[in-house]
């Protein structure tokens, strides 16, 4: 009987660590951005959701590339860079500039929060100018 409880708990301790991260490093609302940043400057824009909250109302059309690209015109990669960034707390800001587009710079708001696993994820993305890009 002994036997059956040891090998239960190595089997329920082994899905534990195959599901999440428990000791892992969780992602931060900086890297958060970084990522997000990252992934927009890619010519393949397929995996900029990836940083998004899957709860907001605008996931599902966020999973295209096309979405992106219309939000943030692709001319030559990498375009967009930010400056002034402070990712203390959330709303985490900077502003935005590209040579294509937001050419005299904007300010950019991320509104954040964590998942389930403890990683920060965008809940909401604001440009003062264009206006919101994802909520």
Same mark, same amino acid.
């Given at each position: ?13 082994? #899905?534990?660590?195959? %599901?999440?991260? *428990?000791?892992?490093?969780? =992602? $931060? ?8 940043? &990252? ?35 692709? #001319?030559?990669?990498? %375009?967009?860079? *930010?400056?002034?960034?402070? =990712? $203390? ?8 500039? &590209? ?37």
């Amino acid at each position: 009987m002994r036997k059956i409880w040891i090998l239960a708990a190595a089997v329920v301790l082994a #899905a534990l660590f195959a %599901t999440c991260s *428990l000791f892992g490093s969780k =992602t $931060s609302i900086d890297q958060c951005i970084t990522n997000f940043m &990252s992934d927009i400057n890619s010519a393949d824009r397929s995996q900029v959701y990836t940083t998004l909250d899957s709860a907001s109302g605008q996931y599902g059309g966020a999973k295209t590339a096309s979405y992106w690209d219309t939000r943030f015109p692709v #001319a030559e990669v990498p %375009t967009y860079t *930010l400056s002034a960034k402070n =990712t $203390s707390a959330s709303p985490a800001t900077a502003t935005i500039t &590209s040579s294509y587009t937001f050419t005299g710079g904007y300010p950019i708001i991320f509104v954040m929060s964590t998942d389930n696993g403890g990683n920060a994820v965008i809940n909401s993305i604001t440009i003062t100018g264009p206006g919101t890009i994802f909520n």
